[in-house]
């Protein structure tokens, strides 16, 4: 853990995380590639599929808490798979009695299941009843700004709008509209779907975001553990230099780089 992560944490529902990075479990080979990926990553939250991945509802399998343990990190139960409000409430309610009362979730609703775009209807409804039980919601959403704000406004702890399209790492396609919400919003702005490599999550740490969550983007790599190390180190440079405050583009306005008072002229005269 480096020094600027201390003093610079994401704080999601009351806790600080040393790691703007969340990552997920799926699409890897086993979960020994799974949890080589989560260690080089730096990850501290880790988002679980309820529906597909094994956290001991199935006792005589393997379970991935044997490789992720709940002690070194927080898991982040969500709703993949889920079409409608009633099956995503029914995951999460189940997700809190696996990981013994566990507040702290992921709802996506998908509207699609060729494209994976979110259905804000019934997403907007399952976090009403969400919240009104006492989970802590972290929701996919899309870049709509005027929905990212009415569910912050109902109550979840934290908006992730995509970026593009789940797996499809075209990066982010609308910059416009995530600036917007990340002005407009007075809970975490995280980017969620659509990173594509490191220099994605660069470019959405250096808007504004306050984190972002991804799990194709590595899991797909060649070289999953690489990539998880390369966007680590991504989501650090991007972050750090949203807070450094980036030059303004100037077109056609060519400016030295170096000062140029005390040079030297052709007639040997100084200048300054």
């Known amino acids: 853990m480096k020094p600027h992560e201390n003093l610079d944490p994401l704080t999601i529902g009351g806790k600080a995380y040393a790691s703007r990075l969340l990552v997920g479990t799926g699409k890897y080979k086993d979960f020994a590639e799974t949890k080589a990926a989560i260690e080089a990553s730096g990850a501290r939250i ?44 029914r995951t999460l309610r189940l997700a809190r009695e696996l990981l013994d009362g566990h507040e702290l979730v992921k709802l996506e609703v998908l509207g699609d299941p060729r494209t994976l775009f979110p259905n804000m209807v019934e997403t907007i409804s399952a976090a009403t009843t969400l919240v009104k039980e006492g989970f802590k919601v972290m929701v996919y959403t899309s870049d709509d700004p005027i929905i990212a704000k009415q569910l912050e406004d109902i109550g979840c702890v934290a908006v992730m709008p995509l970026a593009s399209l789940i797996g499809s790492g075209m990066g982010i396609l ?99």
């Open 46 to 89: 880790v988002t679980v599929a309820i529906r597909r991945t094994n956290i001991g509802q199935n006792p005589n399998e393997p379970s991935l808490l044997d490789y992720i343990p709940p002690n070194r990190f927080t898991l982040l139960p969500n709703t993949a798979g889920c079409y409608n409000a009633e099956d995503a409430v």
């Open 174 to 272: 609308n910059p416009w509209n995530l600036q917007i919400i990340i002005e407009n919003a007075k809970v975490p702005v995280l980017v969620d779907a659509g990173v594509g490599t490191a220099s994605d999550a660069a470019i959405a740490m250096e808007l504004g975001c306050d984190g972002v969550l991804m799990n194709t983007a590595i899991a797909a790599a060649k070289n999953p553990v690489l990539m998880a190390s390369a966007m680590k180190k991504a989501i650090e440079a991007g972050r750090e230099a949203f807070l450094a405050g980036r030059m303004p583009k100037k077109l056609y306005s060519a400016a030295p780089s170096s000062p140029a008072t005390g040079m030297i002229t052709p007639s040997g005269a100084k200048t300054g």
